[in-house]
C-alpha cells in the first residue's frame, strides 16, 4: 500500500510540487488510524519544511484492533473520521498481523483517499481587475489531479490551470463591488491507477470533491472568498451595516424631499411643533439648507455683510461628517464667495476674489443658520437671508427659494430593503478609503456601493436572520441612545455632554448612527456646544407632572461668544405645542431673557405659567421631556470642561 503523504507545498507559493510515482514497496505503509493524515488548512513553513525532509517510504505502521477499525473504515469510504478514534491501540496476535497487512496491500484500490482543498486569493485585485487565487489541493496519494468548473460564476469569468491557480475576472468595472461565486470540481482519478473513495465511492455515492469559491470584490478593491454567512453572522453583519449606512439613509430622505439640488431653501420662519423634518431643530437660528451636486464642477455660496449677526453655513458629506464651515466664526461676516470644490470633480471657473473650499465628495448637504429674535429682528434676519445665493456651473444665479413644506417626512425602509438603499446611495457616495475594513465585513451580506442582499447568495435563513437584525436594531436605536445618554448624564447632574468627535465621527459608526437619530446635522462642539437633560440633580426622570428650575449664579450663565440658549423637546425630540407658543429661552437680545435683581438667572420648566417676572418659563408637556442646552460658538472653559451645566432642581 502506497504511503499517504500530502502532496508538498513549496512554503508560501501556491504551486502544487506533486511527489514521486508510488512503487510497490511503499504501498502497506500508514492505513493506521494513527498514520491517517487529515487535511490541513494551510501549509506552515515548519509542515511545508517537514513535507520537504520525508523519507521516501516509511516502515509499515502496527497492526492494532484500532488500526483494523480505522482501515474498515477508511475502505467504507469514512477515512477521515478514523484519524481520531477513542482507545488505546492494543496489538493483535502476529498470526492476524500478518495476515491484515496482506489484506491492507490487497485492498489498495478501495483505500484511496478525497483530495482536499482549501482555496485562498491574494487580497487585492490584480492590475487588470482580476482575482487571482489558488485551491491549494492536495492528494494523501500523490496522484495527479485535474480540476474543472462545474458551476460557472454569474457576474464574470474564471479560468483555472493544470496546477490549481484560477483567475477571476468580474464583469463590473474596474472599482465596483461584487460578489460571486464558481464551483470547481477537483478529481484524482484520471490518469491514475483505478481506484475508488472506498465502498461508498465504488457505489456512487462518495464522489469526487467538489469546491465553491465565494469571491467578495470591495469598491475599494480587496477580496474575501470566505464562503456565505451563515444566519448569526448575518445577523451581526446586518445590524453593524444598518448602524453604519443609517446616516445615509437620512440624508437621502431628506434629499428626495428637496426640490432640486444647488437650490437654496430658507426657512424664513421659526421651526414650530408641526414640523417634524427634523429631530431637535433650533428656534434661535432660521435655516437655509440646499444639496448641492459638484460632479459637474464647483458651485459657488454668495452672502451679503453680516455685521454682528451670528451665521453659519455647515457643509456635511452624506455621512454627516462636517467637512467645512463658512460664517462669523471662521471666515468672518464681510460679504464673501465661496467656490465649494469637488476634490475628484472637474476643474471650473473660480470666480476672481471667491475662497475656495475643497470637499472630499461630490454631494454635500449644505444647513445654514442665521440668528434672529423678536418679530423685528427675525424681518431683518430674512432680509439678510433673500441675498444668500448659488452659482451653479453653466447657470445663473439663483437666490433661495421660501416655499417648502417641512411638516412632513416620508418613513425611511426598514429591514433587507434599508440594506439595499444604502448600498444604493453608496454608488455616489462611496465610503472612504478608513472605511475599507469595515465594508469587507460588510459586502459579505451584500452591502456595498451598487450590491443587493441577494447577491450574496446567503440562505433563507441568513436572509431572515438579516431582515430581523436590522428591523431590531432600527427600534432599538432611539433607546440605545438614550441609554448611552442616560450613563452619561447619571455622572453629570442629569446633563449628557456632547461627544468631541461629534461632526467628525472617523470610524465611530454607533455614535454617527446615534446623532443622526437624535439630533441630525449636529455642529462640531467647536461651532456649537450641545448638552442634554433628561434627569433632574437627583436623577429622576424629567416629567411634566413636576415643576423644575435651572439657576444660573450670577456670571455662571453659559459661555458663549454668539448665544446660548435652552430649548425643551417632549421624549421623540420634536417641540411642544402650548399656547404661549414658548419653546425656548435665549441670550440673543431679543427681549425674552430676565435676570434676577442679582444678575443670576431662574429657568422653570412646569404646565403652569409662575407668575413671577423675574423668572423665565417655558411650558413642558404632560410626560416626560428633555432639556437641551445650546452654546454658540462656545469659549475654551465649556470646550475644556471648567465651566459646568449645573443640575436642574425638582419644585
Keep these: 500500500m502506497n504511503e499517504r503523504r500530502p502532496a508538498r507545498l513549496r512554503d508560501t507559493e501556491t504551486e502544487i510540487i506533486r511527489p514521486a510515482p508510488r512503487t510497490a514497496a511503499v504501498s502497506v505503509a500508514d492505513t493506521s488510524a494513527e498514520a491517517q493524515q487529515t487535511p490541513p488548512r494551510a501549509a506552515s513553513e515548519s509542515a511545508v519544511t517537514a513535507a520537504l525532509s520525508s523519507p521516501a517510504a516509511a516502515e509499515p505502521a502496527p497492526v492494532t484492533y484500532k488500526s483494523i477499525v480505522a482501515d474498515v473504515m477508511t475502505w467504507i469510504g469514512l477515512g477521515r473520521f478514523a484519524t481520531n478514534l477513542p482507545g488505546p491501540g492494543l496489538p493483535v496476535p502476529r498470526v492476524l498481523e500478518s495476515m491484515w497487512l496482506l489484506v491492507r496491500q490487497s485492498q489498495y484500490k478501495w483505500n484511496n483517499q478525497r483530495p482536499a482543498a482549501d482555496p485562498t486569493a491574494s487580497t487585492e485585485l490584480n492590475v487588470d481587475g482580476a482575482v487571482v487565487g489558488n485551491f491549494n489541493a492536495v492528494d494523501y496519494e500523490g496522484d495527479a489531479l485535474t480540476y474543472s468548473v462545474t458551476g460557472a460564476p454569474t457576474h464574470g469569468t474564471v479560468v483555472v490551470d493544470d496546477q490549481g491557480h484560477f483567475t477571476y475576472v468580474p464583469n463590473a468595472p474596474a472599482g ?3 460578489i460571486d461565486q464558481f464551483t470547481v470540481t477537483i478529481d484524482d482519478t484520471v490518469g491514475n491507477p483505478p481506484h475508488h473513495y472506498g465502498l461508498l465511492g465504488l ?3 462518495l464522489k469526487a470533491p467538489t469546491v465553491t469559491v465565494h469571491v467578495a470584490v470591495t469598491s475599494a478593491g480587496d477580496v474575501s472568498i470566505a464562503p456565505p454567512p451563515r444566519p448569526l453572522e448575518a445577523a451581526l453583519r446586518a445590524a453593524q451595516a444598518y448602524l453604519y449606512g443609517y446616516p445615509l439613509l437620512e440624508t437621502e430622505r431628506l434629499q428626495a424631499e428637496a426640490p432640486a439640488t444647488n437650490t437654496l431653501i430658507a426657512l424664513t420662519s421659526y421651526i414650530d411643533p408641526d414640523q417634524h423634518l427634523v429631530v431637535a431643530p433650533n428656534v434661535d437660528t432660521l435655516y437655509t439648507l440646499a444639496y448641492l451636486d459638484l460632479s459637474e464642477g464647483p458651485v459657488v455660496l454668495s452672502h451679503p455683510d453680516m455685521e454682528d449677526r451670528y451665521f453659519v453655513f455647515q457643509l456635511m458629506d452624506p455621512y454627516t461628517n462636517v467637512v467645512g464651515y463658512i460664517g462669523s466664526r471662521t471666515t468672518g461676516s464681510e460679504a464673501a464667495s465661496y467656490a465649494i470644490v469637488w476634490e475628484d ?38 432680509a439678510l437671508m433673500r441675498q444668500y445665493s448659488l452659482t451653479a456651473p453653466g447657470g445663473p444665479t439663483t437666490y433661495p427659494i421660501e416655499d417648502f413644506d417641512t411638516s412632513t417626512s416620508e418613513p425611511l425602509p426598514t429591514g433587507v430593503d434599508a440594506l439595499d438603499a444604502i448600498s444604493a446611495a453608496m454608488v455616489s457616495s462611496p465610503p472612504p478609503a478608513s472605511d475599507a475594513d469595515k465594508l469587507a465585513e460588510l459586502i459579505r451580506i451584500g452591502v456595498g456601493p ?26 432599538l436605536l432611539d433607546p440605545l441612545v438614550s441609554m448611552a445618554q442616560y450613563s452619561m448624564a447619571v455622572r453629570n447632574e442629569g446633563w449628557a455632554s ?14 454617527r448612527a446615534g446623532v443622526a437619530k437624535i439630533g441630525l446635522g449636529a455642529n462640531t462642539p467647536e461651532e456649537a456646544y450641545y448638552a442634554t437633560a433628561f434627569l433632574d440633580e437627583s436623577l429622576r426622570r424629567l416629567n411634566g407632572k413636576n415643576s423644575y428650575q435651572l439657576h444660573f449664579e450670577p456670571g455662571q450663565e453659559p459661555p458663549a461668544d454668539a448665544f446660548w440658549s435652552i430649548t425643551v423637546y417632549d421624549a421623540d425630540g420634536f417641540l411642544v405645542p402650548n399656547e404661549q407658543e414658548i419653546y425656548a429661552v435665549s441670550s440673543t437680545g431679543s427681549g425674552n431673557l430676565v435676570y434676577q435683581q442679582d444678575g443670576s438667572i431662574d429657568i422653570v420648566f412646569s404646565q403652569e405659567d409662575p407668575q413671577d417676572p423675574n423668572v423665565n418659563w417655558i411650558p413642558v408637556p404632560d410626560g416626560a421631556f428633555r432639556v437641551y442646552l445650546r452654546v454658540y460658538d462656545p469659549q475654551d472653559e465649556v470646550l475644556d470642561g471648567s465651566w459646568v451645566v449645573p443640575g436642574i432642581e425638582r419644585l
Excluded: C, K, M
Excluded at 446567503?458 to 428591523?471: D, H, K, M, N, Q
Excluded at 461629534?502 to 459608526?509: F, M, N, Q, R, V
Design 176 to 178: 465596483s463591488a461584487v
Design 450 to 475: 451598487g450590491l443587493e442582499v441577494s447577491d450574496a447568495n446567503l440562505s433563507p435563513a441568513a436572509t431572515w436572520a438579516a431582515e430581523a437584525a436590522v428591523r431590531t436594531v432600527s427600534a
Design 498 to 511: 456632547p461627544d468631541p468627535a461629534i461632526g467628525d465621527y472617523g470610524t465611530d459608526y454607533l455614535l
Design 203 to 205: 457505489t456512487g455515492i
Design 345 to 382: 470633480g472637474p476643474e471650473g471657473e473660480i470666480p476672481p476674489g471667491a475662497e475656495v473650499i475643497v470637499v472630499p465628495y461630490s454631494d454635500i448637504w449644505l444647513l445654514g443658520r442665521t440668528l434672529a429674535g423678536d418679530e423685528a429682528d427675525q424681518q431683518e434676519a430674512v
